[in-house]
T-cell receptor, first 111, second 112 residues
Framework: DSGVTQTPKHLITATGQRVTLRCSPR?????VYWYQQSLDQGLQFLIQ???????AKGNILERFSAQQFPDLHSELNLSSLELGDSALYFC??????????FGQGTRLTVV | GQQLNQSPQSMFIQEGEDVSMNCTSS?????WLWYKQDPGEGPVLLIA???AGELTSNGRLTAQFGITRKDSFLNISASIPSDVGIYFC????????????WGAGTKLIIKP
């Protein structure tokens, strides 16, 4: 158990819909990262937050947004969903300048 | 953007063989991390390296932080069936906002 909790574990939704993925980082970790992994692909970095502020942005679509709350949990919002958005979405957390620990992921299926 | 070149992309191995994979970049890193991902699961940290030249072992796994700070390798000795999976390297750039740069992964497959 990495200590990073993601909910829900599975999500099935229709095209055009909006979903919110949730991540609780390990206790004390200030950094949260979001990644997208499509079938048999590598990890695509989406966005990073540090102590509530956006720190780095990767290949995140304009239809996607994220935020980190004062209690350090984070949410990734995906809107106007398309079939191609079906993927595993991972959250990871880290303390300052240390290794990142991953959650179990949310498997999103858009039908 | 920044890139890590991870090779090989995939490996077909016999049980008991030693395995070697590496990551290289044109950028300088202050941390190298190696992860393993099983199907449908999140990547799990195997080894973390923090100093140039550092050689660290975790059971049958050994990883090294290159002297130039631009590369790292991971070796697995005497592979067993549960070693199958995808191995990712990740590096944290010097003077970055703790952002991790990821390799594309090495898929390890055991030959029947």
């Amino acid at each position: 158990d990495s200590g990073v909790t993601q909910t829900p574990k599975h999500l099935i939704t229709a095209t055009g819909q909006r979903v919110t993925l949730r991540c609780s980082p390990r206790s004390g970790d200030l950094s949260v990262y979001w990644y997208q992994q499509s079938l048999d692909q590598g990890l695509q970095f989406l966005i990073q937050y540090y102590n509530g502020e956006e720190r780095a942005k990767g290949n995140i679509l304009e239809r996607f947004s994220a935020q980190q709350f004062p209690d350090l949990h984070s949410e990734l919002n995906l809107s106007s969903l398309e079939l191609g958005d079906s993927a595993l979405y991972f959250c990871a957390s880290s303390a300052i300048n240390t290794e990142a620990f991953f959650g179990q992921g949310t498997r999103l299926t858009v039908v | 953007g920044q890139q890590l070149n991870q090779s090989p992309q995939s490996m077909f191995i016999q049980e008991g063989e030693d395995v070697s994979m590496n990551c290289t970049s044109s950028s300088i890193f202050n941390t190298w991390l190696w992860y393993k991902q099983d199907p449908g699961e999140g990547p799990v940290l195997l080894i973390a390296l923090y100093k140039a030249g550092e050689l660290t072992s975790n059971g049958r796994l050994t990883a090294q932080f290159g002297i130039t700070r631009k590369d790292s390798f991971l070796n697995i000795s005497a592979s067993i069936p549960s070693d199958v999976g995808i191995y990712f390297c990740a590096g944290q750039l010097l003077d970055s906002n703790y952002q991790l740069i990821w390799g594309a992964g090495t898929k390890l497959i055991i030959k029947p």
